[in-house]
């Protein structure tokens, strides 16, 4: 059984950092891609970043390029978003979700499995 849980969320200034942790069991991060993506009230699943099989990564959303950084411990099983600059337009639920397969994908539909998400505020 695929499982993941994020972590890592809170409430911080702007310009603020955090880092979030994707932890995953049932599978291995080394065969499957593993997205983050955010969802405010009222709308759809936004994808930011993802990692893929092999190490790729893509990223999706420009707002986050050079902000947010991905990466992944394949021993522990763990992917990480690390959230830089933080701007109030950022405050989301930020998830992390599995792909059957190996290879990246922005649309949420794509994806196997997800965590329960974890509450990113950002403000003054």
């Known amino acids: 059984q695929w499982q993941l849980v994020e972590s890592g969320g809170g409430l911080v200034q702007p310009g603020g950092s955090l880092r979030l942790a994707c932890r995953v069991s049932?599978?291995?991060?080394?065969?499957?891609?593993v997205g983050w993506f955010r969802r405010t009230p009222g709308m759809e699943h936004e994808a930011l970043v993802c990692?893929?099989?092999?190490?790729?990564?893509?990223i999706f959303h420009d707002s986050v390029r050079g902000r947010f950084i991905l990466s992944r411990d394949d021993a522990n099983n763990v992917v990480y978003l690390e959230l830089t600059a933080l701007k109030p337009e950022d405050t989301a639920t930020y998830y992390c979700?599995?792909?059957?397969?190996?290879?990246?994908?922005?649309?949420?539909?794509?994806?196997?499995?997800w965590g329960q998400g974890t509450q990113v505020t950002v403000s003054p």
């Open positions: 979700a599995a792909r059957p397969v190996g290879s990246c994908s922005n649309w949420w539909g794509s994806y196997r499995s």
């Open positions: 049932g599978f291995k991060l080394t065969e499957y891609g």
């Open positions: 990692i893929s099989d092999v190490g790729g990564l893509l």
